[in-house]
């Protein structure tokens, strides 16, 4: 079994599980420990087995480094990957004694590296492998290096949806006939920040002249929306992009990976967040893209 470790309490870490998993796991089964909220929709986490941190963890560091050294203890996995946080978002995997024989992987995305530093208290994992899914700021690449037997650039993939595309924006829309050009605003929380990118697509509808179809994708019902915007429970949105003739989204790394490929049709605007660096992203992308949206 290989056991995943992505902690958070939001959909992006088990998005980049699941992606992970789909990508590397050659039909092994898998559990993911997890917080999140999102692991009981079973198109979010698939077949894998899912493990819940108890709540009362959340900032307990020294509990979470227990909790965790007997959970490797008691299920005994073959694998462990390690995502997003080297040692855990709250440093609890400093001082854990993982299996010698147990190989131990870390996935590597972009952190706001100063913030993070701190929780490095006590001796940090060391891994087999980081798996480096973007690029990585000068100070972070270093030290994951410096704790990594290998460094591998890992390209994700999604897994199908479970449904046809055209299968799920017909019962989404129902009476829509393709003739509007279709515009997904594509995230999952707050709902604050689905406002804002809905505010900001009217705005560039406007700037524009055109008149859209507008809705957003997101994989649970959100509450505070404006009611004529229709919502799409889809996962993974990836498959639903090239249905779009817009794309709205944050700068998180898994908006930003899905919609790369459709970058001319992307608009995405950075959202404040204790880690992760949506701004540092989002900059890279207009840098590198030919047509920068605003």
Known sequence: MIL??????????????????????????????????????????????????????????EGARGWVSDLIAATGPEEIIIDTFPAGILGELCGVRFPATTPLHHVARLLRWDRYRPMLSGDAPHYSTTFRVEPLTEAHEAWIAGRSGEMIDLRLSDPPAPHDPGEILDAALPGWNGKRPLWLVIHSEPAAELLELIEYARELSAMEDIDPLLAVVTPVPVEGLPPEIPQIHAFPSSALLPMAARIITGCGFNAMRQAEPHRERHHFIPFPRRYDDQFLRGARRRATSRTSPP
Do not use: C, K, M, W
Request: no cysteine.
């Open 4 to 61: 995943y470790y992505a902690l958070g309490g939001g959909l992006g870490h088990l998005t980049r599980a699941r992606a992970l998993l789909h990508t590397l796991r050659n039909g092994r089964r898998a559990a993911i420990v997890t917080a999140s909220r999102f692991a009981e929709i079973p198109a979010v986490t698939g077949n894998a087995e899912i493990i819940r941190v108890p709540a009362e963890l959340g900032e307990d560091r």
